[in-house]
């Protein structure tokens, strides 16, 4: 009896890939905010903002596809590339890769960032895709960059 129960637990544990299981760790001068069109989201008080969304990997590709997904679709909303893109890892070990941009938003210069990480899936585990994004005035932004980053490698599914 004991044993079925302890299949039951796994089998539900192993179900719940709900989004709001994620991690997101607010660094020194941000704090969590709650958002309904991200799964966890930190922000500091000068408007920089790191948010993560997490979605099924529906149809199931590669980080590849996923950054190529991203960028034609930023690129068609007027952002401009800002570098190569770049492997990154989090604290947790997932690989992935960050996308930079710049846009001009009320005649300033903005920088966002699109960081994207495939979870591949197992038994009974959907894959999972991460798109973390990272955005604020350039010169704030700037500033803020090393936390940023520091946050977004603190990402845990």
């Not at 890939?17 to 500091?44: P, W």
């Amino acid at each position: 009896m004991r044993t079925r129960w302890m299949f039951v637990g796994l089998l539900c544990a192993a179900m719940s890939t709900s989004a709001c299981g994620v991690t997101l760790r607010a660094q020194e001068g941000f704090a969590r905010v709650d958002d309904d069109h991200y799964d966890r989201r930190v922000a500091s008080a000068d408007g920089v903002v790191v948010g993560v969304r997490v979605m099924r990997n529906r149809p199931e590709a590669s980080v590849d596809f996923w950054i190529r997904a991203v960028d034609e679709r930023l690129r068609a909303r007027g952002y401009e590339p800002d570098g190569d893109p770049m492997a990154t890892q989090t604290s947790a070990g997932m690989r992935g890769v960050q996308l930079r941009y710049v846009q001009s938003v009320g005649g300033r210069p903005h920088r966002y960032w699109a960081t994207v990480f495939v979870r591949p899936g197992g038994f009974l585990r959907p894959s999972k895709v991460y798109v973390v994004e990272a955005g604020g005035d350039a010169e704030t932004f700037d500033r803020a960059a090393p936390h940023v980053q520091r946050t977004i490698a603190s990402l845990e599914p």
